[in-house]
């Protein structure tokens, strides 16, 4: 399945909202971020759990003695705030969708490496810094 990359933003932007202590349900994250599928938001909370991006708790119930998952989103880890920080900005995030041809072919890592990319040199540029002053942490 391919990643719905504008869904995948919009899951680390909503999970960075959970108040300490608390944790929502895939389901109920669906519900705040509506315009996805419901097989957009399970793919990349999977996905963003597994590369240790947010931290899901599984908790396992028992109905008429079947088995069912309930995952519980608990937060973003600190991989999943610095990469949210690379992505977060709304003028960044639109610009390279509109410059970057086959912007929804690519995957997720890789639009957040050129978003660090260019955060990167700008701010190098806004520092009067030289443009290799920072190296460039891919995939954080």
């Known amino acids: 399945m391919r990643i719905n990359n504008d869904c995948a933003r919009d899951i680390l932007l909503e999970v960075e909202k959970i108040p300490f202590g608390e944790s929502v349900s895939v389901e109920k994250l669906k519900e705040k971020i509506e315009k996805y599928t419901i097989e957009d938001v ?8 597994r590369e240790h991006y947010l931290t899901v ?8 003695n079947d088995v069912f998952r309930d995952n519980k989103i608990k937060g973003l880890t600190e991989r999943g ?9 709304e003028e960044l995030w639109n610009d390279m969708k ?10 997720i890592y890789t639009i957040i490496d050129i ?8 701010y190098n540029s806004f520092f009067n810094l030289p443009v290799d002053f920072t ?3 891919p995939r954080w």
């Open 115 to 122: 978003a660090n990319r260019i955060t990167t040199s700008k």
């Open 81 to 89: 705030y610095k990469t949210l920080d690379i992505i977060r900005d």
């Open 135 to 137: 190296s460039i942490n």
């Open 42 to 49: 399970i793919s990349i909370v999977t996905l963003f759990n």
């Open 98 to 107: 509109n410059k970057i041809s086959n912007f929804d072919d690519l995957s």
């Open 57 to 64: 708790l599984d908790k396992v119930s028992y109905d008429d």
